[in-house]
């Protein structure tokens, strides 16, 4: 039996209309934008803000809106789940984070938007903001790799600053009684061992606050003299810390301009 394509559902109206919101609200600034090319499909990496929901659907939307690339994102398993909301995320583009599924999305000509730090760095605690959560992963720079894909590097600044967390996962995490929860199996894997808890936030609404993205120069494996990953993996961490650091000043820039 042929085994059936994977179907990319890119609704380009649901996709603008769910980032309506939050491009209204938070007015987002692309800089960096020389580095675009539509021509030549990439693998987009980048920073994950907390719950990520709100500035990924605004780069979805501007990548296809401004630029006519049609990205698909590598979503957390979890999100394939739940009834109606893994309906809405297959429309805004987004596949179930298989490597399977990756190579399918990439034989197909697609450009790719992946979070390394995946849902881990969605659910961030106290202190974590703008960190990169990203473990010992590198099965997309070997895809990458594969496919002469360019890794696309961007940055995003803005989401983890819109809510102040009255609870910190952490605390839960350290509770006798949630341990032993987590000690059953069932429980445990759903919950990832409790990596996939999240903080709550003090408030419902977020804040408003400009939202700025920054797209970095291309990085090709090919062209890197190396087998070691690990390596090209560091450089692309140096290189996004190096963005958020420059997106922080000119954010301050804006807000003494405006003062």
């Known amino acids: 039996m042929t085994k059936k394509a994977l179907q990319i559902q890119h609704n380009s109206k649901m996709i603008r209309l769910g980032s309506a919101l939050q491009r209204f609200y938070f ?3 692309f800089l960096g934008t020389e580095y675009i090319d539509a021509q030549k499909p990439a693998m987009y990496v980048g920073n994950h803000t907390i719950y990520g929901v709100l500035d990924s ?3 979805i939307d501007y990548l296809f809106t401004e630029h006519k690339i049609a990205i698909v994102s590598l979503g957390d398993h979890l999100h394939f789940k739940v009834p109606f909301w893994r309906d809405l995320v297959k429309k805004m583009g987004a596949v179930d984070g298989l490597q399977e599924y990756a190579q399918e999305v990439m034989q197909q000509g697609y450009s790719l938007l992946v979070f390394p730090g995946g849902g881990r760095e969605v659910v961030k605690r106290k202190g974590e903001e703008y960190q990169l959560i990203w473990k010992e992963r590198y ?4 895809l990458a790799k594969a496919y002469n894909y ?9 989401g983890d600053d819109v809510y ?11 509770q006798t009684w949630f341990k032993k929860v987590l000690s059953v199996p069932i429980i445990g894997q759903w919950l990832r061992q409790g990596e996939m808890i999240p903080s709550i936030p003090t408030n419902i609404i977020p804040k408003r606050i400009p939202f700025y993205f920054k797209f970095l120069e291309r990085m090709n494996l090919n062209d890197f003299h190396t087998d070691d990953l690990s390596l090209f993996r560091d450089e692309i961490q140096q290189q996004l810390y190096q963005g958020i650091a420059d997106l922080k000043q000119i954010r301050d820039q804006s807000t003494e301009k405006s003062d």
């Open 27 to 29: 007015q987002p600034t």
């Open 57 to 59: 659907p605004v780069l």
């Open 139 to 142: 099965g997309f720079l070997k």
């Open 150 to 158: 360019d890794i696309a590097p961007f940055v995003a600044l803005g």
């Open 164 to 174: 102040d967390l009255a609870y910190d996962a952490n605390a839960l995490l350290e």
